[in-house]
């Protein structure tokens, strides 16, 4: 796929399109995880009710309050899995594979916390929560709720690859000014004007190099050599695989091995070879 120079008008980041329906989509995502709080502690009430079993309405809304908090501190790692484990980096069988793999550390992730969060809460009661209590064994307990979390892992994932595919679509540009240098990356099904200086670094990955263009980064079938070439002397090469464009360049810090680490205007900090300590500083 190759690569070429356009031009477009744009904005640091997402743009203003992208911004709101960023936003918008996780108001979707927090009324829907409120449904399933309420929906979830209302039925596991009538569940026990119905089984002559008995507990406190607070403990039970305290079980699903401390697994909705769980499962949103594992949504960061959900949505960089899918935005970095995808085609064209990987097969989709490969794709397939590593979804499914990281469930186990999600759940044991999700488990943890929510028991821990348990605790502390009944601890505070002055009482003490036990976690397997029902189960003959840790093993029967632990598969009890992988089977329960892998089932909301996998709606997680596929809401993530839904939005991400929505806000990469309202990144497309509309307008096409002729004052901006910019470069043409076709990141999967999505093809990208991306304008030159708000390029901070290009990495070769295999057959492919990675764009870092604002807080994303953009996967594009293209040799270092060939989009150096085309973005041209503005970007300066500090390692044989990463090219970096030199007005983000805030502070160079050298080591005694004459390596050195490049610090951008928005804190990254990249290794350089000392083979291109020279042509940085120039």
Request: charged fraction near 15%.
């Amino acid at each position: 796929m190759a690569t070429g120079m356009g031009t477009s008008g744009g904005r640091h980041g997402m743009n203003g399109a992208q911004r709101r329906l960023a936003l918008l989509l996780a108001a979707g995502f927090a009324i829907v995880l409120l449904a399933i709080l309420v929906a979830d502690a209302e039925s596991m009430m009538s569940d026990l009710a119905l089984s002559g079993k008995h507990d406190t309405a607070v403990h039970i809304w305290s079980w699903e309050t401390t697994s909705i908090i769980a499962w949103l501190t594992a949504t960061p790692a959900i949505w960089w899995l899918v935005l970095r484990v995808r085609p064209p980096r990987f097969s989709w069988v490969v794709v397939a594979l590593l979804i499914l793999l990281a469930s186990v550390p999600v759940s044991l992730w999700h488990i943890a916390l929510m028991v821990g969060l348990r605790k502390l809460f009944y601890a505070m009661e002055g009482g003490r929560y036990h976690f397997f209590d029902l189960f003959g064994s840790i093993a029967d307990r632990l598969l009890y709720e992988y089977r329960k979390d892998f089932a909301t892992y996998l709606q997680f994932a596929g809401l993530a690859v839904i939005a991400q595919w929505l806000i990469a679509r309202a990144g497309l540009p509309v307008a096409v000014p002729a004052t901006q240098r910019m470069l043409t990356v076709a990141d999967g099904a999505v093809t990208h004007q991306v304008p030159v200086d708000q390029i901070d670094h290009v990495t070769a990955a295999g057959n492919y190099v990675e764009i870092a263009w604002a807080p994303r980064t953009l996967l594009h079938r293209a040799t270092l050599a060939g989009v150096g070439a085309e973005l041209g002397a503005g970007f300066v090469q500090i390692h044989r695989s990463r090219l970096v464009r030199r007005a983000a360049i805030r502070r160079i810090e050298t080591d005694r091995s004459g390596d050195f680490t490049v610090v951008l205007e928005n804190g990254t900090e990249l290794k350089g070879s000392r083979r291109y300590r020279e042509s940085v500083q120039g």
